[in-house]
Nanobody, 131 residues
Framework: QSQLVESGGGLVQPGGSLTLSCSAS????????VGWFRQAPGKEREGVSC????????IYAESVKGRFTTSRDDAKNMVYLQMSNLKPEDTAVYYC????????????????????????WGQGSQVTVSS
């Protein structure tokens, strides 16, 4: 049974940095496009980033451009989300999600894929930005 697991969440002060990791078991992430999504209290889940397979395109939500970076280490079957200059409004549960094809991130005209188009999800990791 395939599974995605997020780790690295926690409490951080405004302006601080945090790196989330997404590990996979039962699926080879190197052939999947992988997205990060987040859901803040009382809000709908929204896309944060998307990275295609094998060094392909990376797309970011406007709200995180220049502050967040997604990357992948296919040898470790891992995907990461490096977050810097964090703001209180970044507080949310962060999810990694993966699907085929590996070029999925390119299908939406520069926008992030909707969550309905992503099949495999992790359980989420809480990120809280507060002083």
């Amino acid at each position: 049974q395939s599974q995605l697991v997020e780790s690295g969440g926690g409490l951080v002060q405004p302006g601080g940095s945090l790196t989330l990791s997404c590990s996979a078991s039962g699926l080879a992430l190197d052939i999947y496009a992988v997205g990060w999504f987040r859901q803040a209290p009382g809000k709908e889940r929204e896309g944060v980033s998307c990275i295609n397979s094998r060094g392909g395109s990376m797309i970011y939500a406007e709200s995180v451009k220049g502050r967040f970076t997604t990357s992948r280490d296919d040898a470790k079957n891992m995907v990461y989300l490096q977050m810097s200059n964090l703001k209180p409004e970044d507080t949310a549960v962060y999810y990694c999600a993966a699907d085929f094809p590996g070029s999925l991130c390119d299908y939406y005209g520069g926008d992030l894929p909707p969550e309905a188009d992503i099949g495999s999800w992790g359980q989420g990791s809480q990120v809280t930005v507060s002083s």
